[in-house]
């Protein structure tokens, strides 16, 4: 007998949403439900749209690695600074993996949108600069399947769960 997968709950324009320029944060908790949160530098969707991986710097993220580790659930919320659209993913078992081939390629990409689009906003070059700066050499991935994702733009519909569909 042959079951039929359900639609991913991305599609194609989340997916392209979530590769930036977005501003992307990663949350987690431990044991005693304490938050751990972290920026991430860059996101990649799987191409059936079933999984993502988002790059953390092993230094400034110990604290969120170290939940993830455990076992503790991820959320992301992924931000387009011009705007604040804001969309937040939520997933269980999250594994944390060393880069792979193209991912360098990946963080660096992010890094150059997400530069303009601050700059934009009157951010300075040094500043984008600085918040990019030796990722590529510590970071590592989190993969994880979105099991739920909600809107989180400012406004009356925030906080409001999404479908596939949505």
Not at 1 to 13: G, Y
Not at 24 to 47: H, K, M, T
């Given at each position: 007998?042959?079951?039929?997968?359900?639609?991913?709950?991305?599609?194609?324009?989340l997916a392209a949403f979530l590769g930036g320029p977005v501003a992307?944060?990663?949350?987690?908790?431990?044991?005693?439900?304490?938050?751990?949160?972290?920026?991430?530098?860059?996101?990649?969707?799987?191409?059936?749209?079933?999984?993502l991986v988002v790059f953390l710097s092993v230094q400034r993220s110990?604290?969120v690695l170290r939940d993830l580790g455990a076992g503790a659930p991820?959320?992301?919320?992924?931000?387009?600074?011009?705007?604040?659209?804001?969309?937040?993913?939520?997933?269980?078992?999250?594994?944390?993996?060393?880069?792979?081939?193209?991912?360098?390629?990946?963080?660096?990409?992010?890094?150059?949108?997400?530069?303009?689009?601050?700059?934009?906003?009157?951010?300075?070059?040094?500043?984008?600069?600085?918040?990019?700066?030796?990722?590529?050499?510590?970071?590592?991935?989190?993969?994880?399947?979105?099991?739920?994702?909600?809107?989180?733009?400012?406004?009356?519909?925030?906080?409001?769960?999404?479908?596939?569909?949505?």
């Open positions: 007998m042959t079951s039929i997968s359900p639609p991913p709950l991305l599609d194609e324009t992307i944060n990663v949350a987690s908790r431990d044991a005693a439900l304490e938050p751990s949160v972290a920026r991430a530098y860059g996101c990649r969707v799987s191409d059936d749209r079933r999984e110990a604290t991820v959320a992301v919320i992924f931000s387009l600074p011009r705007n604040h659209e804001s969309r937040q993913l939520k997933g269980l078992n999250a594994r944390i993996l060393p880069l792979g081939p193209g991912d360098r390629e990946v963080m660096r990409t992010y890094g150059a949108a997400f530069g303009a689009e601050i700059r934009a906003l009157g951010y300075t070059g040094d500043f984008t600069g600085v918040l990019m700066a030796g990722i590529e050499d510590e970071a590592v991935g989190v993969a994880f399947a979105p099991t739920e994702i909600f809107e989180q733009t400012p406004g009356p519909n925030a906080g409001k769960r999404l479908s596939a569909s949505s």
